[in-house]
Structures are given as C-alpha cells and as structure tokens.
C-alpha cells in the first residue's frame, strides 16, 4: 500500500504564487508516474498537471505557462508550483500515484484564491 499526502494548499490573492507538495511512502517512487488532479465545487475532478517515471510532463490547458510539475526522487516527493493564480484555480488538490496500474490518492488540500 502505498501512502500519498498532499500539503501546501490555503489561501491566496489573484495572480499570487503556492507551492504544492506531495509525500509518498515506498522504495519504487522513482517508477511512478504522478499527478495532481483538482476538483472544484459541483464540478468533475480533472487532471491539472501529471508527470512521468522519466520526468515527461503534461499540463492541462488552463494551467499552461501558470503552473510547473517536478519531482524529487530522492525525497519521495512530488511539487505544484502554481504561479499567477486565478479564482477559477480554487479547489481541492489531490496527489495521485499509479505503479503499474495501481493507482493511489491523497486527500487533498485546499487552494482557495480569492481576495
């Protein structure tokens, strides 16, 4: 079983800066491929940002140029650097790991952007 826990979420301005960061538990974070998904009020969760074992990137379209990816293998630890942030990025943001087709979330962590 493998653990996610997502932090760095809360409360920010329009066109201000969070970081998110995502730990996970085990020996093979280096072999998964990791994502952050959100999920706003009365809304379907969405893909935001997902990154490859091999450091391959994709972005949804209304976050590109915004927000940026990455990953520490050393540290078992996934990050969401979300810059220029907008009202409609307000939403739960959950951490997703999947080794293989086994797949594993967090619980999220709240970004509300609002002034």
């Known amino acids: 079983q493998v653990q996610v826990v997502e932090s760095g979420g809360g409360l920010v301005q329009p066109g201000g800066s969070l970081r998110l960061s995502c730990a996970a538990s085990?020996?093979?974070?280096?072999?998964?491929?990791m994502g952050w998904y959100r999920q706003a009020p009365g809304k379907e969760r969405e893909l935001v940002a997902g990154?490859?074992?091999?450091?391959?990137?994709k972005y949804a379209d209304s976050v590109k140029g915004r927000f940026t990816i990455s990953r520490d293998n050393a540290k078992n630890t996934l990050y969401l650097q979300m810059n220029s942030l907008k009202p409609e990025d307000t939403a739960v943001y959950y951490c997703n790991a999947d080794l293989l087709g086994n797949i594993y979330w967090g619980k999220g962590t709240l970004v509300t952007v609002s002034s």
């Open positions: 085990g020996s093979r974070f280096r072999f998964y491929a």
């Open positions: 990154i490859s074992s091999g450091g391959s990137t």
